[in-house]
């Protein structure tokens, strides 16, 4: 065990964990974060996705000894009253079904577009392609992240 | 518009309050529902609430809340359900908060999520539920107004009396509405007088959803609680032998390592109890992680087991015996076994005039045999479940399908009574069937007793991939005998399954054709199955609707051409009595999907494939417009037609058919659990592919047949066509035909 602290959303947060800890079960069992979805465990399925920085990472497989002093943005601190352009595409398209691999197709989706904020179709297929969504709203995420670039 | 009878379903009226005929008092997890609203939406919460009846409570404010009777697992029946009482209830939609119902047979009728028939089942009870309710809030102003009630009217929450010019909101009524009699009979609405339902209205939970809200068994949390995670043995065929936990007693964050057996002896099965792994060892720990490590160190040695034959109570109460051979399967055993009994007649289930005869005096002969694997359900959400014992009542957290249905075995297994078992349905994670079957609820239930904590059981990706209720591998061999003039003749289906056959006897082309004979076998097998997206039909749509496509063109024929002049057979003079399908609306469907995909006026460069099926008691047809790329196939665009009747919540409609149809893309080409030894050959989704966005369809159009006709399912229908669509389309593509499934395995180009 060893104690590690961490800056989650902007606040700061001590755990006292294994090392080998994923960031993914440090949010979830330690800090109550339920947002982050464990779908996998070995990072093909998205469903974990957050912010390392500003870039998108699978906190699966992410020992929390390796987080440091970067900042971690998960869903829940994506935007204050979840208003991102991005959740608001998502709710104009209403592209949820079962809605758990959601989230990590958000957080994929919003460093994607900080990173490329106009994308081609194939772009979004390329940059997407880590996330899976079981109930196929494949057509509304990219529909959803076609309107988010427009509008943001 | 229809009068019914509120004798029916009665008992859904039962106040759970004590306070009936007065304001009640807010319970605690009513509160605990309320915490993700804005300071806004609560400061408009009502400060008294008015029971209605076991769904409704209306506030002094005008505030309703409605509680979603089903489990939510993505079909969105907590947004379409509420919308059957709201329209009934003439609500004003903005002021509605959907609660979800907790398990409760008496107040909620059978609260299920499988077979399509959600609304179909719930379309006249919700809405007498909010007719009746109508009806009460208009009686109450009736007598405080001191006017006759067929003078007051309602719209959007405001009750009217037009002569008198007054008005009053819901609320205001909602206290005397409660000492109001239910009817003995309410009025249901015309179609074309709906003001909510046909219309879209976006998801109650998608705020939540985005913002990434606990909301799934998985998120479940209560201080105190302790996680458990099991073993099950590594291969079909084998039990528990013996475990060794002293290395991993030791290891940080372990409580306590622990054996249960799911069912008593004795302990008659129901439908719904398939379990592979009844013997498993659970180890129980404070952290996800920490039993994660621990799970690793176990050391268990296993055994094969026996041969054994069990008893199981199906859902309408037959019995059916059930073997289960001893010893570790292979995919490759399998073949051989299947093709074995495909070679000998099967069991006739179906004979219309002489086909046999026909067949031997045919000009030609054509036969095919399709195959296609076991699957894996692959639930976003692995299995899990909360669970506390404490003395003889236990209360758990679930993501369960048809919670009903596993009260028995908790009560048996826990020796629990059944009125002292609380279940809380969370949202699902997906269900697709695999949640029909509860055995992870009894596991959580037995490891929290035996430890004396709350647990909440988690399912790795590894177990639940590995852990059987799988969609059983089929093979069915069709064949066609036509004359010298290329006119069909004679049908012959023969198909079979291990551990179950696929076929549906009555089916289309079944009532098309005067000579027909369909035959079944089956294969016992100790991996288990379980439904999987509209079981059964999810195989034979794609086998059949690949066959008529065959022979459609050995004929000369335009596919859909050929199909409607099946179905003008059936419907004018149809053979045989118990064909299970209406071909006028099964017609309809093609036609519009005809219509609408613009079919006959091909664009050189796409290959299209169509597919039509019948099941649910709903029709669907595809077209499939597909393209190689460097050898890749890409779905461009599917248009599809549907025919459920009323479609209650438009746009919700079209996201599930889009999903089913993407879902079907993605199983035809890639779908595919083997097996060696007894061993699952995957177990994460780095050997399981799904299909990701760059292979979804491009462009996806869906069209309902408009009508008045009362809903049926919607969640399955589109499903098994597509597999059709996808073969016929990559025959336009490559010249081969596709009799076996997975089309593309782990391949990426074709060939």
Request: with cysteine; charged share 20%; hydrophobic share 40%.
């Amino acid at each position: 065990m060893a104690i590690f602290n961490l800056n989650i959303n902007g606040k700061k947060q001590q755990v006292d964990v294994d090392p080998a800890t994923p960031l993914l079960w440090v949010l979830r069992d330690h800090l109550n974060l339920y947002g982050t979805k464990y779908g996998c465990g070995i990072a093909q399925c998205g469903a974990c996705t957050v912010h390392l920085g500003e870039t998108a990472m699978r906190s699966c497989m992410l020992p929390v000894s390796q987080v440091g002093n970067q900042k971690v943005t998960t869903i829940e601190g994506l935007s204050e009253n979840g208003d991102h352009p991005v959740q608001q595409a998502w709710l104009e398209h209403d592209v949820a079904q079962c809605g758990f691999c959601q989230t990590g197709q958000i957080m994929n989706a919003t460093a994607f577009l900080k990173a490329n904020p106009k994308p081609s179709d194939e772009q979004i297929e390329a940059a997407m392609h880590g996330n899976i969504c079981r109930c196929g709203t494949y057509s509304r995420i990219k529909s959803a992240i076609k309107t988010a670039a427009k509008t943001s | 518009m229809s009068i019914i009878k509120t004798k029916y379903g009665r008992r859904s009226f039962l106040k759970s309050s004590a306070l009936a005929g007065g304001g009640m008092v807010l319970g605690f997890s009513w509160l605990a529902s309320c915490q993700n609203r804005t300071e806004e939406e609560i400061l408009a919460m009502p400060k008294e609430w008015f029971e209605i009846n076991s769904y409704l409570k209306i506030g002094e404010n005008g505030v309703v809340s409605i509680y979603a009777p089903n489990p939510e697992f993505g079909q969105n029946v907590r947004t379409s359900m509420p919308m059957l009482i709201a329209e009934e209830l003439d609500l004003d939609w903005k002021k509605v908060i959907v609660e979800q119902a907790p398990y409760h047979a008496e107040k909620f009728g059978f609260q299920l999520t499988g077979g399509s028939r959600g609304i179909m089942s719930r379309w006249e009870p919700l809405r007498m539920v909010g007719a009746s309710a109508r009806h009460m809030l208009r009686e109450a102003a009736a007598q405080a107004w001191q006017v006759p009630v067929t003078e007051i009217t309602t719209e959007k929450g405001v009750l009217y009396h037009q002569a008198s010019g007054r008005s009053a909101g819901y609320g205001e009524m909602a206290s005397a509405a409660t000492s109001i009699p239910v009817p003995e009979e309410v009025t249901l609405k015309k179609v074309e007088d709906f003001r909510i339902i046909g219309k879209s209205h976006k998801n109650v939970d998608g705020k939540d959803i985005v913002t990434g809200k606990p909301m799934f068994g998985m998120d479940y949390h209560e201080e105190g609680m302790l996680i458990a995670m099991i073993e099950h043995p590594p291969a079909f065929g084998m039990t528990l032998k013996s475990v060794d936990d002293t290395a991993v007693k030791a290891m940080p964050g372990i409580q306590d390592v622990v054996t249960i057996k799911s069912y008593k002896e004795g302990f008659e099965k129901g439908g719904f109890d398939t379990n592979a792994f009844p013997e498993l060892v659970a180890i129980v720990g404070n952290s996800t992680w920490e039993v994660m490590q621990a799970k690793k160190q176990l050391q268990v040695e296993w055994e094969p087991f026996a041969a054994y034959t069990e008893t199981v109570r199906g859902f309408r109460g037959d019995v059916t015996t059930k073997n289960v051979p001893g010893g570790l399967e292979s995919s490759e055993g399998h073949k051989a076994q299947m093709d074995a009994l495909a070679a000998k007649p099967g069991k006739v289930v179906r004979k219309d005039g002489n086909p046999e005869a026909v067949f031997k005096s045919a000009a030609k002969v054509i036969e095919r045999t399709y195959t296609a694997p076991f699957l894996a359900h692959n639930c976003m959400e692995p299995m899990n479940t909360f669970a506390h014992v404490q003395d003889d009542k236990i209360r758990i957290a679930t993501p369960l399908q048809i919670p009903s249905l596993i009260v028995p075995t908790i009560a048996s297994s826990l020796d629990i009574p059944p009125e002292n078992i609380e279940m809380e349905m969370t949202r699902m994670g997906g269900g697709f069937g695999r949640r029909a079957y509860g055995h992870y609820i009894v596991e959580a239930a037995l490891i929290s007793k035996q430890v004396n904590a709350p647990v909440k059981l988690v399912y790795t990706r590894e177990d639940d991939m590995t852990n059987g209720i799988y969609r059983p591998t089929y093979q069915a061999t069709y064949r066609a005998a036509l004359d010298e003039n290329n006119n069909l003749i004679a049908f012959h289906v023969k198909a079979g399954g291990i551990p179950e056959s696929p076929l549906f006897a009555n089916r289309f082309p079944a009532g098309a054709l005067d000579n027909y004979l369909a035959e079944e076998w089956s294969v016992d097998s100790n991996i288990t199955i379980g439904a999987f997206r509209a079981p059964r039909s999810n195989f034979m749509a794609g086998a059949e609707q690949s066959f008529l496509d065959e022979i459609a063109e050995e004929m000369g024929k335009d596919p859909i051409e050929f199909r409607l002049e099946l179905l003008k057979r059936a419907q004018d003079n149809p053979v045989g009595e118990t064909n299970d399908y209406d071909a006028e609306r099964y017609a309809g469907v093609l036609q519009l999907v005809r219509e609408k995909s613009g079919w006959g006026q091909n664009d050189a460069s796409l290959h299209r494939g169509v597919s039509a099926y019948f099941c649910h008691n709903s029709y669907a047809a595809h077209v499939l417009d597909l393209t190689v790329e460097n050898g890749k196939p890409v779905v461009q665009k599917v248009t599809c037609a549907i025919d459920c009747g009323i479609v209650v919540n438009p746009d919700a409609a079209v996201n599930m058919a889009e999903g089913g149809i993407t879902d079907g893309i993605g199983n035809a080409f890639y779908g595919e659990m083997t097996f060696k030894d007894g061993v699952p050959r995957k177990n994460n989704f780095h050997q399981y592919r799904m299909i990701r966005m760059g292979e979804a369809p491009k462009e996806i159009e869906v069209h309902f047949v408009q009508n008045e006709i009362d809903p049926t399912g919607l969640g399955e229908p589109p499903f098994p066509p597509v597999f059709g669509a996808v073969a016929n389309a990559l025959y336009k593509a490559t010249g081969k035909r596709q009799y076996h499934q997975p089309f593309l395995g782990e391949k990426t180009v074709l060939g």
